[in-house]
């Protein structure tokens, strides 16, 4: 696509009320370009310990690097956003994952390599606030579609991330992390796009849209800081379990089942295609039946299932797996959603705060899990964590936030 081409589609005014599928392909595509690159770190990292002599703990303590830089810069990022409207901040996050993609290139020691991991954090700090604002600019008054739209292009990045190293870095070594920098550069031409239609008709999208919806009731303040605290701990249930899976679920049914390697990841494959299914599903199931609902449904929903996973066959694990992801991945989008619609006038601040705390759950959680997995074994982690969306029963606390109809 040319340039001209995205400028085309991308600046031409359409009325606020209207969906603008153009920039919500674009974000969505540019979520997938920046999550692909974020996910390139741990898929090297048995390259970085050979080449760099590094133990586990070292290892590690890289991850905790980048997840702790990407977990607390982007609340703050979201705040300065919400008084300060930044649009060039959207490509901006690009160079800094550039910089750190070409900083972990040529590493060669490990003071370098953590300096490259927080490069990436950054730009994942910058990136998704600002990015999470601009699908709801687009979403016309269907914000749970947009933020479906948006959200899915990341899964999608994280899922080909490893595939990509795999193809590429492990044959052709280290430094052809260069390659993937230079393939964002076509992520920064989109985001700049984006960010000219930012500036000239997003932020008035956002004003209109906030006139056109006001929310029916006022919610007490302490009402809103308790519903704010129970979607955290949804969000904490969630990746809690989420990171039981993507990280652990080969090790479980090698150890259990003596499967091979290649059907092990078989399964997880097919577990993250449920998980982008899920996610694309929903924020539209969340416009049309009340996110409350959907919120509820997608974390307590899961409990049967995985309450069954620990004690199914081979040929049952795939189907409860499938259907795990499915119904979970569905949470996130009717979570941020419902938030931006709990603060109104902060999608910064909530779109940073909820994407962060997620990167932190799923950096502690692997952390935590591989612990208790290797002091107690990883089909008692199963046992554990199936009991974990029973934590979703609070999602019945949550206060009923209606939208009143248009005029």
Known sequence: MSQQAIRAGLLSPRPAATTAFGVLIAISYTHFSNDLLQSLLPAIYPNLKLALGLTFAQIGFVTLAYQITASLLQPAVGLFSDKRPTPSALPLGTLFAMGGLCVLAVAHNY???????????????????????????????????????FQVGGNFGSALGPLAAALIVVRFGQTSLVFFAMFSLFAFAVLWFIAQWYRAEGLTRLKAAAKRHPLDITIPHRQVVTAIVILLVLIFS?????????????????????????????H???FVGAVAVGTIAGGPLGDRFGRKYIIWFSILGTLPFTLLLPHANLFWSGPLTIVIGLILASAFPAIVV????????????????FFGFAFGIAGLGAAVLGLLADHAGIEFVYGVCAFLPAIGLLAGFLPQIERAPAR
């Open 238 to 266: 969630k990746y809690f379990y989420l990171v039981s899976i993507t990280n652990y679920l080969t090790f479980y049914l090698i150890e259990k089942f003596g499967v091979s390697v290649q059907t092990s990841q078989l």
């Open 268 to 270: 997880l494959f097919m």
């Open 338 to 353: 419902y938030a931006q619609e709990l603060v109104p006038g902060k999608i910064g601040t909530v779109s940073g705060m």
């Open 111 to 149: 003071g370098i390599l953590v300096g490259g991991a927080c490069l990436l954090g950054v730009s994942s700090a910058i990136f998704h606030p600002e990015a999470s604002r601009v699908a709801r600019m687009a979403s016309g008054g269907q914000p749970g579609l947009a933020q479906s739209l």
